[in-house]
């Protein structure tokens, strides 16, 4: 079983739609999950990061984080067509951060 | 403006030539990674430094080895770079190694190809 696993993709969405990306995870000492954006040839840029249990939201986007679950998402409202990208699910236990293989997300104009 | 800095952003070499990849940053932070990432996979971590203490992963092959020589600078030298070594190299760096503060910070990212 993979650490840290994203919902299979691609994954898309119309423009204006609510793009929901899934993230589960093994390591129940895993304390803060992050949610990175990679667009294509490029590295990955932060997008947001949660530690607590419920729902923490910045702009368009929402992270969600359920521990008992192990459970993390990411929604992207009103998505747009730059928001087409891979997006990579991570977290952290320790010293070290595990990537999700990644969900790539399109968004059809 | 970057502040993690990788140099080249693209590296060609050929089989079995050593070759050396660059990240700078202007952070001041304590920790820096160095990452292999292959086509539509996750990042692979290779190892890591807090401040001067290098922490090498269980599976980063011997054929790679890393230098941090000042807080601001660490390298990546491949000693024998194999076809199967092709890929994006990302340096990122974090303040702290605790979890709820390893917010990591990439560089663009150095593509690697082995001729």
């Known amino acids: 079983q993979k650490e840290v696993e994203q919902n299979s993709g691609p994954l898309s969405v119309p423009e204006g739609a609510i793009a929901s990306l899934n993230c589960t995870y093994s390591?129940?000492?895993?304390?803060?999950f992050f949610w990175y954006r990679q667009y294509s040839g490029k590295s990955p840029e932060l997008i947001m990061f949660?530690?607590?249990?419920g729902d923490k939201e910045d702009g368009r986007f929402t992270a969600q984080l359920n521990k008992a679950s192990q459970y993390v998402s990411l929604l992207i409202r009103d998505s747009q067509p730059s928001d087409s990208a891979t997006y990579l699910c991570a977290g952290a236990g320790g010293s070290r951060l595990t990537f999700g293989e990644g969900t790539q997300l399109t968004v059809n104009p | 403006d970057a502040m993690v800095i990788q140099n080249p952003r693209y590296q060609v070499t050929q089989f079995g030539k050593p070759v050396t990849l660059s990240c700078s940053q202007t952070?001041?932070?304590?920790?820096m990674y160095w990452y292999q990432q292959k086509s539509s996979q996750a990042p692979k971590l290779l190892f890591h430094y807090y401040d001067k203490d290098f922490n090498n992963e269980a599976d980063t092959p011997d054929n790679f080895q890393s230098r941090r020589p000042n807080t601001s600078f660490c390298f990546l030298d491949i000693r024998s770079p194999g076809l199967g070594d092709a890929a994006m190299y990302l340096c990122?760096?974090?303040?702290?190694?605790?979890?709820?503060?390893?917010?990591?910070?990439f560089g663009a990212g150095t593509r690697l190809s082995v001729l």
């Open positions: 990122a760096t974090s303040r702290d190694l605790l979890a709820a503060e390893n917010i990591q910070y």
């Open positions: 949660i530690y607590s249990n």
């Open positions: 390591d129940r000492g895993s304390q803060s």
């Open positions: 952070l001041n932070h304590n920790v």
